[in-house]
């Protein structure tokens, strides 16, 4: 497993003896939602959980200093780009300002979203 200022990626050989059947996966800094650092009595094993959540791409049998590097490298680096905020949805309430209570409640939902649509300006181009 390899961190670098793209991303995380990996190479996994399934039989030694065939070196160039193998699999190569790639997880870019901005989809990675977890780092997660399995400490054993001899060796660890590191997971990188992307933020769609399916098959992390992960490494058994990391000697304790070299997985404590990577696991360390990857939370820096992921701590220099910072949070990324989900796309907020435009609100009626502050899209109308104070035109919003003057609106009808629960009886008349159809008289009310016909009202919505006269007072929100819609720009045709």
Same mark, same amino acid.
């Given at each position: ?5 793209i991303g ?6 399934? #039989?030694?003896?065939?070196?160039? /059947? @193998? ?15 399995? @400490?054993? #009595?001899?060796?660890?094993? %590191? ?8 098959? +992390? $791409?992960?490494?058994?049998d990391v000697? =304790? +200093?070299?997985? /404590?590097? #990577? ?9 220099? %780009?910072? $949070? ?8 009626? @309430? ?5 035109? %919003?209570?003057?609106?009808? @409640? =629960? ?5 009310? &979203? &016909?009202?919505?649509?006269?007072? &929100? $300006?819609?720009?045709?181009?």
């Amino acid at each position: 497993m390899v961190a670098d200022a793209i991303g995380v990626s990996t190479t996994n050989v399934d #039989f030694w003896l065939t070196l160039w /059947r @193998r699999v190569d996966e790639h997880l870019p800094l901005s989809h990675i939602a977890e780092v997660t650092h399995m @400490r054993g #009595f001899f060796w660890d094993a %590191i997971s990188v959980e992307s933020s769609g959540g399916l098959n +992390p $791409p992960s490494v058994l049998d990391v000697p =304790k +200093p070299d997985a /404590r590097c #990577f696991v360390d490298h990857v939370r820096a680096r992921l701590n220099e %780009i910072g $949070p990324v905020a989900p796309a907020q949805p435009v609100r009626v @309430r502050a899209l109308l300002g104070p035109k %919003i209570r003057a609106l009808p @409640r =629960k009886r008349e939902s159809r008289n009310a &979203i &016909i009202a919505l649509k006269s007072l &929100i $300006p819609l720009s045709r181009e």
